[in-house]
């Protein structure tokens, strides 16, 4: 952990100014939350939030151009920086009572202290102020021994684990969401209070879970983040369908699969290359339609005929349950429904072209890095085999310059009815389909000769 002394040039300018204005007209004003964290763990900075004694009318009054729309105290004053426009929000210390829905509390009060505004933080390493006065002194409010939990790698939670995580239950995400993003372990009492209080998840809105959940995902540490979520009970509350794969073996002799499928899919989501939240979900889930049609063939070894129809049907709706957007849940199913692409040396060109209309060219690169999940996740040695490794050439080659696809053919529907004397209508596209699919299993035929003489046909 670094000394904050030493950091006070990563400070901006535009930063310390608000800060200074605040000084200057007599009010307290401090940096807060996640800006002091990152700054003690020398980490990036995104947002910098500020916390102060002044009102949101008295923040207005310093900052015209800022704007208050929320019962929090929270303001935001928007800054122009070079070409980027962003919005610092600075929230009057606060209290708050009463939180019947497990998320929202019924009554916030101005505090008078900053010690009353960080009692009500989650974590201690989020309940460390630093103030900088017009001299560039620094004074740090750490009540909690935040700084300690920092250099220990701990999350813990400000107070009573459990008072926090019923004031507001999407705690209960976030702490493993710190966890994963930070590489710390979560301290004893407040892990013990994360399981305990995991059913009053239910109470927090799709779209909060959604949110906590993908940057889970997205984290340096996946895995870990899935495990803690199963070790809790917090999966049983938004993912229950993962659990289903608990104790479903796929052992079968001439197979790598040694684990149960709720294992296979945790691994493959540890080993999916991809940095992109969306393809580790898909990787995560890509085998989740296998505990609905295992069953036992003719030697009493399990199969799973279909399953990636399956599992595409289930994670739609899932995608669904836990709002995801209309996009990202196309490109999920469509990643699943098609994981089982087949790689053999002796596929055509056509298919290799269909398999890339069939995903998208946008998901070409995505389905392969699931693949590698999947392989890895399933017990081989080697993320890619040779056979994947032609197969991958094979892609690229048809992606260069671009697919072949129906506008590629040298005639269009303004040529058939000119040549079939026939008008707009459905037996038009019908044709061109034919010739698309002809053309496409050899690519020399799409020559106008060919097509009209085949349109001809097809007509009669």
Request: a negative charge; glycine letters at 6%.
């Amino acid at each position: 952990m670094q000394k904050i002394e030493a950091l006070l040039t990563k400070i901006p300018d535009y930063i310390y100014k608000i800060n200074d204005t605040f000084l200057s007209n007599k009010f307290e004003i401090y940096f807060v939350g996640g800006c002091i964290r990152n700054l003690l763990l020398g980490k990036e900075i995104k947002d910098w939030d500020f916390t102060t004694n002044a009102t949101p009318e008295q923040i207005l009054q310093l900052f015209p151009d800022g704007f208050y729309d929320n019962i929090f105290g929270t303001v935001g004053i928007p800054l122009t920086i070079g070409e980027d426009k962003i919005v610092v929000e600075v929230t009057t210390y606060r209290t708050e009572e009463g939180y019947s829905d497990s998320r929202h509390p019924e009554k916030v009060s101005w505090g008078k202290t900053i010690q009353e505004d960080l009692s009500r933080r989650d974590f201690t390493i989020n309940a460390i102020a630093v103030s900088i006065n017009l001299e560039k002194k620094i004074t740090i409010v750490d009540p909690f021994d935040g700084q300690i939990d920092l250099q220990k790698r701990h999350i813990k939670a400000v107070g009573n684990a459990d008072e926090r995580f019923k004031e507001d239950a999407l705690r209960l995400l976030r702490a493993i969401r710190f966890a994963t993003q930070l590489g710390f372990t979560i301290e004893d009492e407040t892990l013990r209070a994360v399981t305990e209080d995991s059913h009053l998840l239910k109470n927090i809105a799709q779209e909060r879970i959604h949110d906590e959940f993908l940057k889970i995902i997205g984290s340096e540490f996946p895995y870990d983040g899935i495990v803690l979520l199963r070790n809790t009970h917090l999966l049983d509350v938004f993912l229950p369908e993962l659990l289903e794969g608990i104790d479903v073996s796929q052992s079968r002799p001439g197979r790598h699969h040694t684990t149960d499928v709720y294992t296979h899919n945790v691994l493959s989501l540890k080993f999916c290359p991809s940095v992109d939240p969306i393809v580790r979900f898909a990787t995560l889930i890509h085998d989740i339609g296998k505990p609905k049609v295992a069953k036992k063939d003719a030697d009493g070894y399990v199969i799973f005929h279909n399953h990636e129809i399956v599992g595409a049907k289930m994670a739609a709706l899932i995608c669904e349950r836990m709002k995801f957007s209309r996009k990202n849940k196309e490109k999920i199913v469509t990643l699943i429904r098609w994981h089982m692409f087949t790689v053999d040396e002796h596929i055509t060109d056509s298919a290799v072209r269909r398999f890339i209309r069939r995903i998208g060219v946008e998901n070409v690169q995505d389905m392969m890095d699931l693949r590698i999940g999947d392989r890895l996740g399933g017990g081989t040695q080697t993320a890619e085999s040779w056979r994947l490794k032609l197969f991958k050439s094979r892609v690229e080659e048809q992606l260069a310059p671009a697919p072949f696809s129906i506008n590629d053919l040298v005639i269009d529907g303004n040529d058939l009815m000119k040549e079939l004397n026939i008008k707009p209508g459905r037996k038009i596209g019908e044709i061109l389909k034919v010739l698309f699919e002809e053309v496409d299993e050899d690519l020399s035929k799409n020559t106008k000769e060919f097509l009209i003489k085949r349109a001809h046909e097809l007509s009669s």
